[in-house]
């Protein structure tokens, strides 16, 4: 096995420590705003819950020892005065840990044990190891140590309150080992005839395989490309309980879910290196797709929520993962396509239009996926450009399936529906220099300076002229020296922090900057690359960003934002790679 790239180092704060298909990633993060002093074993199966908490110990005093942390893709170390402890993955569910010069206190996150919550802690009989079983993730997590000793255990088999852990010590001068396994009831004792070297190098050849395959075009010009791979690397979930393929989580801290427009983000970026991974990102929601037609809001290990859907993207998606697959859908994988993709469209033509309406509507910001954008202040359930702009994309990519699926009559079905719903959208919401949204039950209209109205751009080539040249001189008024503001900086509602009210979002940069560039704008689709790409280059791969500072907002490893730098630094990559078009003469 040739040496591997030991990957870019990150800090354990913002982006947690995680394998490509484990359920559990080693944090600090515990929820939303709620960060601990000390590192967790953070578990995703059954919602997002602290397990476990390592507290390394100066082995002099038995005290414990202040370290720093140091991470990159295959090893996490916690070091102080000479002393180290690494803690590697050897598999998605379990963990090795190796410590000299510093012992390591492992004990129960929660420290109250109730007849519903905590965890339950006793030693195994049958093989010595200590297990506790956990009441929030309903799983089990086996410590065996390997080599050193147990100087300490407190709290086994009790009930109640308390202190539930061992300590992990070696002898002077000696190291100690031990793993850490999640499981659901019962395996055999650990063993492993790995060293704790080779298993640092087993994950360092799988992150660097990962890297090269959905990255090979990166070079110092796209410096963020490394660890935007490992971000989607790490969040990666193999298939349990109500997630039917192999995920890429939003992130692997709170937001550990599949919503319904999110995943397309993460398909495009894998296309064209990991095409069945990329697949299976863009077909788990519709995995899901109930009776109407409707997707989900979003997808986790347990729980799937319909009280929301996400916007109808999809045709969108569809269409650029085409392209950027590598082989091209087969017949069976197309038709399952067109079929679910018309589900979807219909739910939108008939559950979301009124009675005599010819254009659908949001029942709530949450549909947009734009939740408290400043469009939806007067009213909630109304008629937006947005919606309209991508269900006519949705149309046109099911018009074109229909046509390579032998069905010219459902083609020519879908490219009226279409035609005749981009009119509509002009007649009744475009005023000649903006779009507005109106109330479906009072008939009002208004504009705002959200971000929102201006993404029919999305339609490109398919705008005419005057108004895409119109939408893009809009756009440039909301960029920012870090990109795109979602609501206009001089607004009187603009939040730096304001969720959809004034940061920045990557899937907002993505389809303007594409809708943009397909409607022959080119200089301010580059730019607008050119600073997003800047942007998570200097801040990380936040879910949204400070427009007016550039600072990294929220969860600070959200897989979208990684997949919207890959998307973006590939095609930057490869416009400046290809070969000069020659002309005659």
Request: hydrophobic share 40%; proline share 6%; with cysteine.
């Amino acid at each position: 096995m040739t040496a591997a790239r030991p990957g870019p180092a990150f800090s354990i704060h913002d982006i947690p420590f995680s394998m490509h298909g484990s359920w559990f990633g080693i944090s600090p993060v515990l929820a939303e705003r709620t960060r601990a002093e000390d590192l967790h074993l953070v578990s995703h199966q059954n919602g997002m819950h602290a397990v476990l908490r390592f507290v390394p110990l100066d082995t002099t005093t038995g005290d414990r020892a202040e370290t720093r942390v140091e991470t990159r893709p295959s090893l996490l170390e916690w070091a102080h005065d000479g002393g180290r402890i690494g803690l590697a993955y050897a598999s998605p569910d379990t963990v090795r840990l190796r410590g000299e010069g510093l012992g390591l206190r492992i004990t129960a996150a929660a420290e109250t044990l109730t007849p519903f919550t905590g965890a339950y802690f006793y030693r195994d009989p049958v093989d010595g190891a200590h297990v506790f079983t956990s009441y929030e993730t309903g799983r089990r997590y086996r410590i065996t140590v390997l080599s050193g000793a147990v100087t300490e255990v407190s709290g086994s088999q009790a009930l109640g309150g308390g202190d539930r852990g061992i300590t992990i010590t070696a002898d002077v001068g000696g190291v100690w080992e031990a793993a850490i396994e999640e499981l659901d009831s019962a395996r055999r004792p650990y063993a492993s005839s790995e060293t704790f070297g080779q298993v640092v190098e087993a994950a360092e050849h799988a992150f660097a395989a990962f890297a090269d395959t959905v990255a090979p075009w990166r070079s110092s010009g796209t410096p963020a490309a490394e660890l935007a791979a490992y971000v989607l690397w790490s969040a990666t979930v193999r298939p349990a309980a109500l997630v039917t393929r192999p995920a890429v989580l939003m992130s692997k801290h709170w937001m550990d879910k599949v919503w319904s427009w999110d995943h397309c983000f993460n398909a495009l970026a894998l296309a064209p290196g990991a095409p069945a991974l990329a697949w299976d990102q863009f077909s788990l929601p519709f995995d899901h797709q109930d009776g109407s037609g409707a997707l989900p809001d979003s997808v986790t290990h347990s729980e799937v929520l319909y009280n929301f859907v996400k916007p109808p993207i999809h045709g969108w998606a569809l269409g650029h993962l085409r392209r950027r697959l590598p082989e091209p859908l087969d017949r069976a994988e197309l038709t399952e396509a067109y079929d679910r993709l018309t589900r979807w469209t219909d739910f939108w033509l008939t559950a979301r239009r009124a009675p005599g309406a010819a254009l659908p509507h949001y029942q709530h910001g949450n549909d947009s996926g734009w939740d408290n954008a400043t469009t939806f202040d007067p009213e909630r359930v109304v008629v937006t450009a947005d919606l309209a702009a991508f269900l006519i994309l949705q149309l046109r990519e099911l018009a074109d399936l229909a046509t390579e699926l032998g069905r010219p009559d459902d083609a020519h079905r879908w490219t009226r529906t279409a035609d005749t719903t981009q009119a509509a959208m002009l007649d009744e919401l475009w005023t000649g220099d903006r779009f507005v949204a109106r109330g479906v039950h009072s008939g009002d209209s208004w504009d705002s300076s959200s971000l929102l109205d201006l993404m029919p751009i999305a339609l490109g080539e398919h705008l005419p002229e005057s108004v895409s040249t119109v939408l893009a001189d809009r756009i440039d008024a909301h960029l920012t020296p870090h990109g795109l503001a979602t609501e206009l900086p001089a607004s009187p509602h603009y939040l730096a922090d304001g969720y959809w009210r004034g940061p920045i979002w990557a899937p907002a940069t993505v389809l303007i900057e594409d809708g943009l560039r397909r409607g022959g704008h080119e200089r301010l689709a580059d730019e607008i690359s050119a600073r997003f790409r800047a942007l998570c280059e200097t801040y990380g791969f936040a879910e949204n960003f400070d427009a007016l500072t550039g600072t990294g907002l929220r969860d600070r490893a959200y897989t979208w934002t990684a997949s919207s730098y890959l998307l973006l630094a590939e095609a930057h990559a490869l416009r400046h790679t290809a070969p000069a078009a020659h002309t005659g003469g």
